[in-house]
C-alpha cells in the first residue's frame, strides 16, 4: 500500500487556483517533516514548500513565496498546498515527501509519493 498519495491536480485556466492534498497513510509520519516538490517536462525536481512535524514555520523555494501555501492537518494526517494565480509554467508533477527533517534537496528523503499532475492552459 502506498504511503503517500496526493490528489487534487488537474487542467486549470492561468489565474485560477488549485488546492493539492497528500494523505499519509503511515501515522509514522505525523513525526514527519513534509514537504512538495515538482517536476516539469524536461527540467529536474525542485523544491516547493516544507513545513515541520509540529506544523510550525513553513520553509518555500524563494520563486515559490507568495503564491503557494503549505498547511498539514495532523488530525487528518493530510499535507496540503494551495497555489494561487497558476502560470503556465507551473505546470508540472506536484510529489509530496515525508522525512524526519525538513529536506529541500530530493536526494535527502526517504519516503515520496506518486505524483499529481497539475496542468495549466493559457
Known amino acids: 500500500q502506498a504511503k503517500l498519495v496526493e490528489s487534487g491536480g488537474g487542467l486549470v485556466q492561468a489565474g485560477g487556483s488549485l488546492r493539492l492534498s497528500c494523505v499519509a497513510f503511515?501515522?509514522?509520519?505525523?513525526?514527519?517533516?513534509m514537504g512538495w516538490f515538482r517536476q516539469a517536462p524536461g527540467k529536474e525536481r525542485e523544491f516547493v514548500a516544507a513545513i515541520g512535524w509540529s506544523g510550525g514555520r513553513p520553509f518555500y523555494a524563494d520563486s515559490m513565496k507568495g503564491r503557494f501555501t503549505i498547511s498539514r492537518d495532523k488530525a487528518k494526517n493530510t499535507l496540503y498546498l494551495q497555489i494561487d494565480n497558476l502560470k503556465v509554467e507551473d505546470t508540472a508533477v506536484y510529489y509530496c515527501?515525508?522525512?524526519?527533517?525538513?529536506?529541500?534537496?530530493?536526494?535527502?528523503?526517504?519516503?515520496w509519493g506518486q505524483g499529481t499532475q497539475v496542468t495549466v492552459s493559457l
Open positions: 503511515d501515522h509514522t509520519f505525523r513525526h514527519y517533516a
Open positions: 515527501y515525508a522525512d524526519p527533517a525538513v529536506a529541500t534537496e530530493q536526494g535527502m528523503i526517504d519516503y
